[in-house]
């Protein structure tokens, strides 16, 4: 049998993936890492632990149908590895929050691949510690959403981070200042370039694809 | 200025603490970790990375007035430590989710401590690692609370953790079944004693503190 790893390396500082996933990628055969337009900054991020080590990039092209694209790239490991071998796939954040690495172990297992899933900081965690701005104190709740808000959980919750927010900013402010959330917009979180910006059409102007805004809703006690 | 660093050390497993967080615990002057009713899972957990040090438990006495109790733990910190020292204080799974840490960090802050917040792998993401079960597919909406489900948010969300079970389990496990949600109680995940259980009776009979439910919708892709 052939074992996967599926690690979650967290945000993008180094110093936050965990022990297990340093041992692990240490330890293991092979080093997968997603690759998308040329570039892997998983790869990046951990280079300083995969040092004498092959790194293989997996594509997953924009073009192709999801169900083939995963399929492919779970094929592709499967002939690379042998039986009793063990490979890590590194994602950023955490493994089973909206990853690419989800949609490949539905086909690793399908290949009767051993999968185990390593859990990781998610960019979520990290802007709230970042902020020092609490995500759940006792009796809270809180959402996490990608792109789009729904304005009858915003009523129902305390706390909220949306993810991937370059399409629709503009909504998701109007959004969250009709019902009276603080908010922030964290770029690049825990990346040497990360922004903070507080300021409506600060954040309005900005356009990154790796951003997050993190809201806390008006009254409720804040550490910030 | 003293300075702290509120650590999440994350659901129990003692390699799934961040490098951060295991290099700060051996660089610091001191090291707190909450105690209740006499023992501390902190300091458990990390105990292999303490060798040598002194590890201070602070209290939060339940009798006390929140405010209260807070502020003397922050005064207890503030008078063992000098001018230009660093301490780490431990907590279980995220620093900014559901923790004790939030209302102390609120109290060093007044006291004028330097605060920084280092993140950690939360219960919930632990446990959908563990089981193999996406928290969050693409365009799909999570939600986190404790002991209670509100059930207009359960129309709207593909997923939810439940925290703190335990005084509440029928009505939260009437509201999952009645919104179709396929739900996994975990308890002491991560630990030597963690237990899955996926059958409703069992997960009545059952009585622990550290436990949480995680559900997912039924019909919703799912990683099992």
Chains 1, 2 share one sequence.
Do not use: W
Not at 16 to 43: H, N
Not at 128 to 139: G, I
Not at 163 to 176: A, F, Q, R, Y
Not at 188 to 214: F, G, N, V, W
Request: hydrophobic letters at 40%.
């Amino acid at each position: 049998m052939k074992k996967i790893y599926g690690i979650g390396i967290g945000p993008g500082d180094k110093e936050l993936i965990t022990l297990k996933a340093y041992r692990l990628i240490k330890e293991c055969d092979y080093i997968f890492v997603p690759m998308s337009k040329g570039k892997s900054l998983a790869k990046t991020i951990v280079s300083e632990y995969t040092e004498g080590k092959d790194v293989i990039e997996i594509e997953f092209p924009m073009g192709e149908k999801n169900a083939i694209r995963y399929r492919n790239a779970a094929e592709k490991m499967d002939h690379m590895m042998k039986d009793g071998q063990t490979a890590v796939f590194l994602t950023l954040g955490d493994a089973m929050v909206y990853s690419t690495y989800i949609y490949l172990m539905l086909e690793l297992q399908k290949l009767d691949f051993q999968v185990e899933t390593v859990p990781g900081i998610t960019s979520f965690n990290a802007a709230a510690s970042c902020l020092n701005m609490p995500l759940t104190m006792k009796d809270e709740r809180f959402c996490l959403c990608d792109r789009f808000v729904d304005e009858e959980i915003l009523k129902r919750v305390d706390s909220i981070a949306v993810l991937k927010v370059n399409t629709n900013k503009e909504d998701i402010l109007n959004k969250l200042e009709k019902h009276r959330f603080h908010y922030v917009y964290i770029k690049r979180c825990m990346l040497p370039e990360q922004k903070t910006l507080y300021d409506r059409h600060a954040i309005l102007a900005d356009d990154d694809y790796m951003s997050l805004i993190i809201a806390r809703k008006v009254g409720v006690r804040s550490g910030e």
